[in-house]
Antibody, heavy 119, light 107 residues
């Protein structure tokens, strides 16, 4: 079965960077986009961007341009999301999700990674 | 960006009730509309795609409808495990965007 297993919770100071991993299994990794969605405490879902694991091509939403980098390692079927220059309002649960088509129909989700930004 | 607006933001209902949630898009999105269910502390679960097609394994008491700008999610007979927050999401354009969510609570 399709599984997306994310790395564990992180606590970071303002200005630092965080890198979250997403290990995919149960399907052909290069056949589906990986998208990243975040959820601040008590808030809704916010799309951050996506990576095409086949080509490595990425698209980021304007809000995160210049601060987010999405990469992948096809040899270990793992996608990564790195967010830099962290602020307190980046405190959120970050999800990776498999996208059916580039626009995004998210049929499988990782368990989420809580990133806390605090001085 | 396409804005998605859900209503109501929350509702209280009893087991066995029929519940309908509405989602409106800021422009026509044909039927590129998906629904997700999220329980506290858990990742969202994929329920419905293309406005009305149930994902495999989703109970038939869930149904979706609509096209263009107006969509609905209906639960025909609310069960205890259905108390959760529901999100709509458009996959018509980039960026994909979500509604603000509808929390279904026990009356």
């Amino acid at each position: 079965q399709v599984q997306l297993a994310q790395s564990g919770a992180e606590v970071k100071k303002p200005g630092a960077s965080v890198k979250v991993s997403c290990k995919a299994s149960g399907y052909t990794f290069t056949a589906y986009y990986i998208h990243w969605v975040r959820q601040a405490p008590g808030q809704g879902l916010e799309w951050m961007g996506r990576i095409n694991p086949n080509s490595g091509g990425t698209n980021y939403t304007q809000e995160f341009q210049g601060r987010v980098t999405m990469t992948r390692d096809t040899s270990i079927t793992t996608a990564y999301m790195e967010l830099s220059r962290l602020r307190s309002d980046d405190t959120a649960v970050y999800y990776c999700t498999r996208g059916v088509a580039a626009a995004g129909t998210f049929d499988s989700w990782g368990q989420g990674t809580l990133v806390t930004v605090s001085s | 960006d396409i804005q998605m607006t859900q209503s109501p933001s929350s509702l209280s209902a009893s087991v066995g009730d029929r519940v309908t949630i509405t989602c409106r898009a800021s422009q026509s999105i044909s039927t590129y509309l998906n629904w997700y269910q999220q329980k506290p502390g858990k990742a969202p679960k994929f329920l419905i795609y293309a406005a009305s097609i149930l994902q495999s394994g989703v109970p038939s008491r869930f149904s979706g409808g609509g096209s263009g700008t107006d969509f609905t999610l209906t639960i025909s007979s609310l069960q205890p495990e259905d108390f959760a927050t529901y999100y709509c999401q458009q996959s018509y354009g980039t960026p994909p965007t979500f509604g603000g969510g509808t929390k279904v609570e026990i009356k």
